[in-house]
Nanobody
């Protein structure tokens, strides 16, 4: 089992940047594929980005391509999401997730453990 704790959210103006972090504790972090999801008010939780356990393969939802970058540091048991050129529509609670299937998934069903989330608010 792994426990995930997100941090780094906050309030930022349109065009600004934030870097989210997800600290993992428990079973070896490097065995998990990791993902970032988000849930905006009144909407369902959606996929943002994923990274396989080696860190060599990453993918993003179309709306964040070229603006967001997912990365991981297995030595530090940490996952990151660098978010640049933020837009009001990026406002959401952001969750990190860990999947026993080390190849990762765009589906929430592909993840076994979830953090509590961190709020990101982008003002217009």
């Amino acid at each position: 089992q792994v426990v995930l704790v997100e941090s780094g959210g906050g309030l930022v103006e349109t065009g600004g940047s934030l870097k989210l972090s997800c600290a993992a504790s428990g079973r070896s972090f490097s065995t998990y594929a990791m993902g970032w999801f988000r849930q905006a008010p009144g909407k369902e939780r959606e996929f943002v980005a994923r990274i396989v356990r080696s860190g060599l393969v990453k993918s993003y939802t179309d709306s964040v391509k070229g603006r967001f970058a997912i990365s991981r540091d297995n030595a530090k048991s940490s996952l990151y999401l660098q978010m640049n050129s933020l837009k009001p529509e990026d406002t959401a609670v952001y969750y990190c997730a860990a999947g026993n299937d080390g190849t990762g998934s765009r589906s929430q069903d592909g993840y076994d453990y979830w953090g509590q989330g961190t709020q990101v608010t982008v003002s217009s």
